[in-house]
């Protein structure tokens, strides 16, 4: 029984995962100006959170557990389900940035780095589709 709920949440969370990435690529298609940029940003945030929250649940189908982004980060990158570990360790930090310093240059900076976080989420998205199909 436990199973089958660890299943369904993982399920869920990579359903609102899939949003958020959906969500994402429709303000990067947007002209920029500093409400799209503010509205990327927020939207980035949403795809990060749920990005580790998906990737906790989905290990905790195998069960392995982990409790942060980073610890979550790097067992993903153990069992094969990302690629390039600092890469998302570096998204962590402009996260933690945005989220809790805010300055025009540095909503600027992480603004430039979206096209290439939304590329990362991708491909992780991709990762679960195929697990999916494994559970």
């Not at 990579?14 to 990435?21: G, I, P, R, V």
């Not at 557990?65 to 570990?85: D, T, V, W």
Request: charged share 30%; hydrophobic share 35%.
């Amino acid at each position: 029984m436990a199973e089958i709920n660890e299943n369904k949440k993982f399920q869920k969370s990579f359903n609102q995962f899939q949003e958020a990435l959906k969500r994402l690529s429709e303000v990067l298609k947007q002209e920029e100006n500093e409400y799209i940029r503010d509205s990327a940003i927020k939207r980035f945030e949403l795809a990060f959170e749920l990005s580790w929250k998906t990737i906790k649940a989905f290990l905790e189908t195998q069960p392995i557990f982990c409790q942060s982004p980073k610890k979550c980060f790097q067992e993903a990158f153990r069992q094969g389900l990302i690629g390039y570990e600092q890469e998302w360790l570096n998204m962590c930090d402009s996260r933690n940035e945005a989220t809790h310093i805010y300055n025009q240059e540095m909503a600027e900076d992480i603004y430039s780095q979206l096209p290439n976080f939304l590329k990362v989420f991708n491909q992780l998205a991709e990762s679960l589709k195929k697990e999916i199909e494994n559970l």
